[in-house]
């Protein structure tokens, strides 16, 4: 097996990039949501037809309902709204649901129903992004209709996208269709990335200890402007609010940027001041030259660029860009040259959100 990016052609990392998984936190709902004013309707609960995950929050104007958005297949929502006990006849009121501005989403033929005061949909929804507002309109004999709060409905994703069919160095991803194909290919080689062995500074220090002030080594300031890391574009898409959303990285064999972790004080014999204690990758949230700290991003106090694995981070700590929904971030590969065989590892991004804004605040609408 050949790599472009290095000599050492049995020690690549090869990358498949670009996943797409979301995960959301609440299958249902059983209080209120901020039960105020006499014409409020309550989502009592929403469930699927195939256990999406499904978030419920309330929003200005109104429940707001997230779920992950699909590449294939239609599933359906089903949701049982609970009106106003303080409207005008409300059990003998006149009430409907309609689609709004809707995109994506429809309501299944004959599965809006009306039982006391309690009202209920399936809404079908088609594969990719799709949004909509729910709305719940009642007369109470007077002519005079009224609509009672929304129900806005979004679909929610992250995309990860990486350099899959290798052809960019250490330059962004196309973000192409080319690469897209490749991405979730099992069989495909996917990015290969050298592994940081060199010395780019000339300090004696190796690239894998070098750039991220490498407590007890006064020359770990800078790896030298030679060294690079690979980037990777993540982006939140549909209803993720960036304010909100929270990011957790997850990839097997992580290598620490530490004594300790992923090093180790070189020895009598070791060629270094600095050794691989295990290999593996590292994610991180600059590029090579301008790191930092190799602490935990996820940390609150005194936190640094290194991306751990299973780490929990608020989405707006990572590099976004000016729309604050892309984020670049930048891999390495930790390991020996005399690795007889190239390994090959994924990266899985999950997202979660609890939260969106009421008028200039926030709120979590008692989940």
Not at 92 to 107: F, H, P, Q
Not at 343 to 348: D, F, Q, R, S, V
């Amino acid at each position: 097996m050949t790599t472009k990016l290095s000599n050492f052609r049995s020690c690549v990392w090869l990358i498949q990039a670009v996943l797409l998984a979301t995960t959301l936190i609440v299958s249902s709902i059983n209080t209120p949501l901020n039960p105020t004013g006499e014409n409020f309707s309550q989502v009592l609960s929403v469930t699927t037809d195939n256990d999406e995950a499904i978030v419920i929050m309330d929003g200005p104007e109104g429940p707001v309902i997230l779920y992950p958005a699909r590449e294939v297949g239609t599933f359906k929502v089903n949701v049982l709204v609970r009106l106003a006990e303080g409207m005008k006849d409300v059990d003998k009121a006149k009430v409907s649901g309609a689609l709004k501005s809707s995109s994506g989403l429809t309501i299944e033929a004959g599965s809006l129903k009306k039982e006391g005061n309690l009202l209920s949909a399936v809404l079908v929804v088609s594969p990719g992004e799709s949004q909509g507002r729910f709305a719940v309109t009642y007369d109470g004999g007077d002519n005079a209709s009224q609509v009672h709060r929304n129900v806005r409905i979004q679909s929610v994703s992250v995309d990860l996208d990486g350099d899959s069919d290798d052809n960019n160095g250490f330059g962004l991803p196309d973000r192409s269709a080319a690469e897209d194909a490749i991405e979730g290919d099992q069989a495909a080689d996917g990015k290969l990335v050298t592994p940081s062995q060199g010395d780019a500074d000339g300090d004696g220090l190796p690239d894998y200890a070098d750039g991220f002030r490498l407590a007890g080594f006064s020359n770990a300031n800078s790896a030298g402007a030679g060294f690079q890391l690979v980037p990777l574009v993540v982006e939140l898409k549909g209803g993720f609010d960036p304010e909100f959303a929270k990011v957790t990285f997850e990839y097997a064999s992580m290598s620490e940027p530490w004594i300790g972790g992923g090093l180790r004080n070189g020895g009598a014999g070791d060629p270094h001041p600095v050794m691989v204690s295990k290999r593996g990758i590292r994610l991180w949230n600059q590029p090579a030259n301008q790191r930092t700290s190799g602490a935990s991003l996820a940390l609150v106090l005194g936190s640094g660029d290194f991306i751990p694995a299973g780490a929990e981070i608020d989405w707006l700590k990572l590099n976004v860009g000016a729309n604050q929904r892309e984020a670049t971030i930048y891999v390495e590969y930790v390991g020996e040259p005399a690795n007889a065989d190239p390994e090959k590892y994924g990266i899985k991004v999950k997202v979660r959100q609890n939260k969106v804004k009421l008028g200039g605040s926030s709120g979590s609408g008692g989940i």
